[in-house]
């Protein structure tokens, strides 16, 4: 049975807004049927390409940044998920998603969850609930918060040195101890 896509306005919509709304239908799609995934792909990505939607040169800015954001910062956002609480994959990559700038894709979280684990910064046990299949847990081991502190540590000290350049124009900013 066919279904129709979800009704929105795609001229008033930033590019950045239509490839979430994108996203989003795939995932809907995801949980209800094959075709309608398939067909909601084709039809959005057509539209998009039909409308002329384009990033601006600002969203390609904020999208760079965004992107060199994560890189720097994953890991301690993937330990800090993991403290004092299990997720399976899935359940993690829902929970990330919920922050505009932690946006990512199971091709960026398993990588990084196969090489924690090789760095014994994080474990993983299979655990199967009822009727539904197996999913795999992980968690934080004793070196991954102990790097969790480290990092967080690191993470604040750059935060204040940023906000520090920020508030203060000029040339101090270049000498923020006073030497």
């Known amino acids: 049975m066919e279904k129709a896509l979800p009704e929105f306005n795609k001229s008033s919509l930033p590019a950045v807004?239509?490839?979430?709304?994108?996203?989003?239908?795939?995932?809907?799609?995801?949980?209800?049927?094959?075709?309608?995934?398939?067909?909601s792909y084709y039809?959005?990505?057509?539209?998009?390409?039909?409308q002329g939607w384009s990033m601006t040169t600002?969203?390609?800015?904020?999208?760079?940044?965004d992107v060199q954001l994560r890189k720097g910062t994953l890991e301690l956002v993937i330990l800090a998920a993991l403290k004092e609480r299990k997720l399976y994959g899935?359940?993690?990559?829902?929970?990330?998603?919920?922050?505009?700038?932690?946006?990512?894709t199971e091709g960026t979280l398993y990588p990084l969850l196969d090489r924690l684990k090789r760095d014994k910064l994080i474990d993983a046990q299979w655990h199967q609930s009822g009727e539904t299949r197996p999913r795999k847990y992980y968690h934080l081991t004793k070196q991954g918060g102990e790097k969790l502190l480290a990092l967080t540590?690191?993470?604040r000290k750059s935060v204040e040195d940023i906000e520090f350049i920020l508030n203060h124009p000029g040339p101090e900013t270049l000498n923020p101890k006073g030497v």
């Open 17 to 39: 807004d239509a490839i979430r709304i994108h996203f989003t239908v795939l995932k809907i799609g995801l949980a209800t049927n094959l075709n309608y995934v398939i067909f």
């Open 43 to 50: 039809v959005l990505h057509s539209n998009t390409v039909k």
């Open 90 to 104: 899935l359940e993690l990559l829902g929970n990330l998603h919920g922050f505009e700038t932690m946006m990512i």
């Open 153 to 155: 540590i690191r993470w």
């Open 58 to 65: 600002e969203t390609k800015i904020e999208s760079k940044w």
